[in-house]
């Protein structure tokens, strides 16, 4: 296996564990929560938080890798910064040491002084998770020229709400904490496309026992001609099976999305349609078949959202279209190549978290048929 995708899955666990030791805290967790600055906040979102969960583990992502892959460091990317204010007023700019203990008693300026909580977390943050289940193929990936693009926790949302009691519908969950992922991308700098990603969605099943969560995640590999990934395109790691392809195409999209999308893709999909929180979630329903295409015609996913999942579709033989460009191409009938997301290059003339908007809109797919009739349904829109 390439070292790299073993040390993205080993930080993705470590990352699960911080965000499950985060909310095992309940009563510190409110603290612990505050709202994004204005100029950072993204729009179209209900609420946006911003929580040392989110910090911290895109810290320990950052430390983790740069600290192994030296070629890597300096292009590891994510959604937030790392300043934390805590409830004091002050500035606190998060950060990992070497040593347990001091990365603990930075973290508890953070907390206002607790000292026990900013152990535990030190501790997730500083702990190495032992990763058996990896097939042990060697796998060769040059390190030169490569970027990270980190979501550390997405679906902030659910995530804060914390609801344990969701019930799936189709094996899909609308909502609730299984709606959560960390999302780790790795892309080349020159292409923009996708080469490696690992999605870990850190709550899964609750021990009613315990009452503990424990995850899974999920990686994939698409880099010249090795595709590899740890799905089975029609099953999934959760052995739930794909909708038949006998009933037509099914769709799972945001609540957010206009009303003349979802009616189009309702009666398109002869209400095959499900909603469901978190954009990363949202691909993970494509990726594991529980959803033939996640479509969303707004601006407001961003490229850490989508490329760990788009390189797990790759290694699947599908990926994640710009909408917008695959309609123009379409009208203008030039359309030779689908048009791929790229993780390289910022929208012009914005500034802040909107440079990397996925501007008009996505389409997550499978297989490229499934993409032409998205398209088709579409067709008429104005992006
Ligand atoms: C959000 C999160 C939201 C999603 C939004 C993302 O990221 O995934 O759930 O909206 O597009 O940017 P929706 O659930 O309507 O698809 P984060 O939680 O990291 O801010
Ligand atoms: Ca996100
Ligand atoms: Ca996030």
């Not at 600055?37 to 938080?49: K, L, M």
């Not at 030190?122 to 998770?129: S, Y």
């Amino acid at each position: 296996m390439s070292d790299l995708l073993l040390a993205l899955v080993r930080v993705s666990e470590k990352a699960a564990n911080i965000a499950r030791a985060c909310r095992q805290e309940e009563t510190l967790f409110s603290q612990l929560i505050q709202k994004k600055q204005d100029v950072e906040r993204n729009n179209a979102i209900v609420a946006d938080f911003k929580t040392l969960a989110d910090v911290l583990v895109q810290e320990v992502i950052k430390h983790d890798i740069g600290k192994k892959f030296s070629d890597l460091k300096d292009h590891i990317y994510g959604e937030e910064t790392n300043e934390f204010k805590n409830e004091l007023g002050e500035k606190i700019q998060v950060r990992m040491f070497e040593d347990v203990e001091d990365t603990a008693r930075l973290l508890s300026k953070v907390l206002g002084g607790n000292m026990r909580v900013a152990e535990v977390l030190a501790v997730a943050a500083h702990q190495d998770v032992p990763i058996t289940d990896l097939q042990t193929d060697p796998i060769d990936i040059p390190l030169q020229g490569l970027g990270l693009w980190v979501d550390p926790i997405d679906s902030t949302y659910q995530y804060i709400k914390g609801i344990s009691d969701a019930l799936p519908v189709g094996g899909l969950y609308s909502h609730g904490l299984q709606c959560v992922t960390v999302l780790i991308g790795v892309y080349d700098l020159q292409t923009g496309l996708p080469v490696m990603g690992v999605m870990n969605q850190p709550f899964v099943t609750l021990d009613p026992m315990t009452n503990r969560w424990t995850g899974q995640y999920f990686w994939g590999i698409s880099s010249g001609s090795i595709n590899l990934s740890s799905v089975t395109p029609a099953l999934g790691k959760q052995k739930v099976a794909a909708p038949s392809r006998e009933s037509g195409l099914s769709a799972v999209l945001s609540t957010s999305d206009s009303e003349h999308v979802r009616t189009l893709l309702q009666q398109g999909c002869e209400g095959r349609v499900s909603f469901a929180a978190g954009a990363g979630y949202k691909c993970l329903c494509v990726i594991l078949g529980l959803s033939d295409v996640y479509v969303f015609s707004q601006d407001a996913t961003y490229r850490w959202d989508c490329c760990a999942p788009h390189a797990i579709l790759l290694s699947l033989g599908g990926g994640i279209a710009n909408l917008r460009e695959c309609l123009k191409s379409k009208h203008t009938g030039t359309m030779k190549e689908w048009v791929e997301l790229v993780y390289n290059t910022p929208v012009e003339g914005v500034s802040g978290p909107e440079k990397w908007a996925n501007k008009g809109g996505l389409v997550a797919y499978r297989s490229k048929s499934d993409l032409e009739t998205v398209l088709s349904l579409l067709s008429t829109i104005n992006l």
